[in-house]
């Protein structure tokens, strides 16, 4: 969940919504003449507000910019989780990134390589060049979408089913399994639209993606719901594992577990079910 790191007000208590990261964002929701307040503001908010174990991210302005060095330097002096880098398009930024990150753990004490890095692509080239950027430094840990400045310079209009995406999160997405790291999809900007946001969760969710980035609390339950796993779900992924497991002791590879067709490709993804629904304490068993 993206705040706004200009005033206290607006970032002391979000985690009471219990979302699972906070994006304190020095970028795009800051003005230009509150850049330097807000990144004290930042500072303090990370040294003193407690999250309750919700992660604290960072999202700093872009490295074309002026203030991308200092904003490195309050986050990791702060203690935050990670950085996110937005308009990200070359591996040269990223490296960029990294090496100011290793020198601003060196100055506060932080253990070297501790500080997480996502890269936000927003872009054609940004695009085009996914898979360079998720490969580009040991600290990444996702890649991420964002889709308002990615419209802009495909002169695309936004539809309603997405279509003008499809392409890109696809790209994305491939480029971050590929690189083994997460993949997060853009935020739904019609806050009030609880209809589009479920069906748009429920697309990207489909297609692989491990979450979404929100704007609005009121966002979060209708994106968990979508990535919680159904009872159902979580029974038939049990079932598949233990059918797959027994059957291997017996050098059967292939087998019909609830009235379908499973081998042993199934139970990656059986197991990612379990991971899932125990995060969300719905699961307590031992097979993930």
């Keep these: ?7 206290a007000s607006l970032v002391k208590d979000a985690y009471i919504f219990k979302p699972d990261c906070v994006i304190l964002d020095l970028e795009d929701a800051v003005s230009l003449r509150e850049k330097d307040s807000a990144r004290v503001q930042l500072y303090n908010t990370l040294k003193y507000v407690d999250y309750k174990g919700v992660e604290r991210w960072v999202r700093i302005n872009a490295v074309s910019t002026e203030w991308y060095k200092e904003d490195i330097r309050a986050a990791i002096a702060g203690g935050c989780d990670g950085i996110r880098l937005p308009m990200t398009e070359t591996v040269d930024e990223v490296k960029e990134v990294d090496r100011l990150m290793t020198l601003a753990e060196e100055e506060f004490g932080v253990k070297i390589g501790s500080t997480m ?3 936000a692509i927003e872009s054609p080239l940004g695009v085009i060049n996914a898979y360079s950027i998720c490969t580009a ?4 840990m996702g890649v991420a979408l964002s889709a308002g400045d990615f419209r802009r310079t495909m002169h695309a209009q936004t539809t309603a089913t997405g279509d003008e995406l499809f392409v890109a999160r696809s ?9 083994n790291i997460m993949a997060f999809d853009t935020v739904y900007t019609d806050i009030n639209n609880d209809a589009g946001l479920l069906r748009e969760t429920e697309l990207i969710y489909n297609m692989g993606f491990d979450g979404k980035s929100i704007i609005s609390p009121r966002q979060i339950a209708t994106i968990n719901s979508v990535f919680t796993p159904s009872t159902k779900q979580i029974e038939h992924a049990i079932h598949i594992v233990e059918a797959v497991e027994e059957s291997s002791k017996s050098g059967v590879g292939v087998l019909i577990v609830d009235g379908q067709m499973v081998d042993i490709a199934h139970v990656e993804g059986a197991k990612r079910t ?5 995060a969300a304490n719905k699961y307590e068993g ?3």
């Design 1 to 7: 969940m993206f705040l706004n790191c200009q005033r």
């Design 117 to 119: 890095l996502m890269a």
């Design 137 to 140: 430094s040991n600290r990444m």
């Design 171 to 179: 790209m994305i997405l491939m480029a971050a399994r590929a690189a």
């Design 274 to 278: 379990l991971q899932l629904a125990k």
């Design 286 to 288: 031992d097979l993930v």
